[in-house]
């Protein structure tokens, strides 16, 4: 573990152009329970008989927005519940220390933001749980701790209409903006890619790892067990982003030379 924490520490030191990709993992050391998608959380079918994902849809949104809100509400308990953890930080830190360092987040749970990450290299492909908005006027609510204390589905305050989060239901598209910006600095490379508790089951996920190896750069996994990507990495960093992550940074001084 030393010698490969060694080599990445030494390849984070010399990077101009770097892209985290994190997953659930990374935010179930801050407790969150781990899901792939939205969905795992509830391992298929949810206490209503029907599956995670048709609960969570667009579709059921729609048709019965107090049942889809029921699940939502869980989903935003628990992100509320947590706060982010030192994987996050370590990760605003190199984003601090280098300002071509990327985060492509699959998480809703806003951690990054909240560890200090810069909106502007931050890209959340899966959405985010808050701020609420209105789906009849869109105007933003930023009070999703008081709705989940009042009966579901949370109303708008100036119309009345079914206020929703910024996620990515199933059945609904990725947003646009997150995927041109994915894909523009995909074009642009990456000298190293850092895949975080993630089992990469999604190929705009696998994709960036791929791209950047055949491009030369340096493909590392940060992961406790084995996923679909391990086979495909230069460096396995075995162990939690918790534990990998705060290690990596302490290799690396403020002007990012090794010690
Ligand atoms: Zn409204």
Redesign the pocket.
């Given at each position: 573990m030393e010698a490969a924490l060694y080599r990445v520490a030494q390849a984070l030191a010399r990077a101009e152009r770097v892209l985290f990709i994190t997953g659930a993992g990374l935010s179930a050391d801050s407790g969150l329970p781990t899901y792939r998608g939205l969905g795992g959380l509830y391992n298929g079918r949810t206490e209503d008989g029907l599956p995670i994902e048709a609960v969570l849809s667009g579709a059921m949104l729609r048709r019965d927005p107090a049942l889809c809100w029921k699940y939502l509400a869980e989903l935003g308990g628990a992100c509320l519940q947590a706060v982010p953890n030192a994987g996050h930080l370590a990760i605003a830190e190199l984003q601090r220390r280098i300002p071509g360092c990327w985060v492509l987040t699959q998480n809703i749970d806003g951690y990054h933001r909240a560890a200090g990450s810069p909106a502007g290299r931050l890209i959340e492909i899966h959405g985010v749980l808050a701020p609420l908005f209105?789906q009849?006027?869109?105007?933003e609510d930023e009070e999703l701790a008081a709705h989940l204390q009042r009966s579901l589905p949370p109303r708008?305050n100036?119309?009345?209409?079914v206020l929703r989060p910024p996620v990515v239901l199933f059945e609904e598209m990725l947003p646009q903006e997150a995927i041109d910006t994915l894909y523009a600095e995909l074009r642009k490379g990456f000298d190293l890619v850092l895949s975080v508790g993630t089992s990469s089951t999604f190929p705009y996920i696998v994709e960036p790892v791929l791209r950047t190896r055949e491009r030369g750069g340096l493909a590392v996994e940060i992961n406790p067990g084995l996923t679909a990507l391990s086979a495909e990495v230069d460096v396995r960093l075995v162990g939690t982003a918790l534990d990998v992550l705060p290690k990596l940074l302490g290799h690396i001084s403020n002007d990012r030379i090794c010690k």
């Open positions: 209105c009849s006027c869109a105007a708008c100036a119309c009345g209409g």
